[in-house]
């Protein structure tokens, strides 16, 4: 079955650029049907879904971190990627990438472990 | 965007007893695109329900939704040891897609 896996730096200096890939396994990220997405969740707090990808390419970001956010899709490795940039320790957080299915309806199955990424000097 | 108001924020059962969560929504949630998700300490969350009232592949029919509009229920009919964990309310019908804060359910 289709796996997700998540890496990447697991600390970040403040104002740089977070960056974290999620490697795709058990299946093609150029199916069509999947929105390939990405999510976090600060510590001990609840869920934030920061945008996704369509294999196409097409994006969508969430407003609240649309001017920092790019997510970026590799067919030939299978994989996707995030990179915020000019973080502070406001983004630290566990960062999951999970596969949103769509149809008439939509969901977000499977997900990654999840990575914790810490923002700090 | 759409705002998920999830309550109680913490709910105290014993096994075998009924858990009723709740979530409001403070716009309507188009067509019912509304889902549920249970998280475990330490684990990414997994999909119980969509569309609101559709149980996921493999979930046990103690889980069930209803609900529709701005107001919708998950109810848990027989609290089993492993369903003490956090669940989250999910609304798909307008981006951006938005997650409520979660209802705790712990052991009594």
């Known amino acids: 079955q289709v796996q997700l896996q998540e890496s990447g730096p697991g600390l970040v200096k403040p104002s740089q650029t977070l960056s974290l890939t999620c490697t795709v396994s058990?299946?093609?990220?150029?199916?069509?049907?999947?929105?390939w997405t990405w999510i976090r969740q600060h510590p001990g707090k609840g869920l934030e879904w920061i945008g996704y990808?369509?294999?196409?390419?097409?994006?969508y970001y969430n407003p609240s971190l649309r001017s920092r956010v790019i997510i970026s899709v590799d067919t030939s490795k299978n994989h996707f990627s995030l990179k915020l940039s000019s973080v502070t320790v406001a983004d630290t957080a566990v960062y999951y990438c999970?596969?949103?299915?769509?149809?008439?309806?939509?969901?977000?199955?499977?997900w990654g472990q999840g990575t914790l990424v810490t923002v700090s000097s | 965007e759409i705002v998920l108001s999830q309550s109680p924020g913490t709910l105290s059962l014993s096994p075998g007893e009924r858990a009723t969560l709740s979530c409001r929504a403070s716009?309507?949630?188009?067509?019912?695109?509304l889902a549920w998700y249970q998280q475990k300490p330490g684990q990414a969350p997994r999909i119980l329900i969509f569309g609101a009232s559709s149980r996921a592949t493999g979930i046990p029919d103690r889980f069930s939704g209803s609900g529709s509009g701005t107001d919708f229920t998950l109810t848990i009919s027989r609290l089993e040891p492993e369903d003490f964990a956090v669940y989250y309310c999910q609304q798909y019908g307008n981006l951006p897609w938005t997650f409520g804060q979660g209802t705790k359910v712990e052991i009594k």
């Open positions: 058990g299946g093609s990220i150029s199916s069509g049907g999947y929105y």
């Open positions: 716009q309507s949630v188009s067509s019912s695109y």
């Open positions: 999970a596969r949103a299915v769509r149809g008439v309806h939509l969901w977000f199955d499977p």
């Open positions: 990808i369509f294999y196409s390419g097409t994006t």
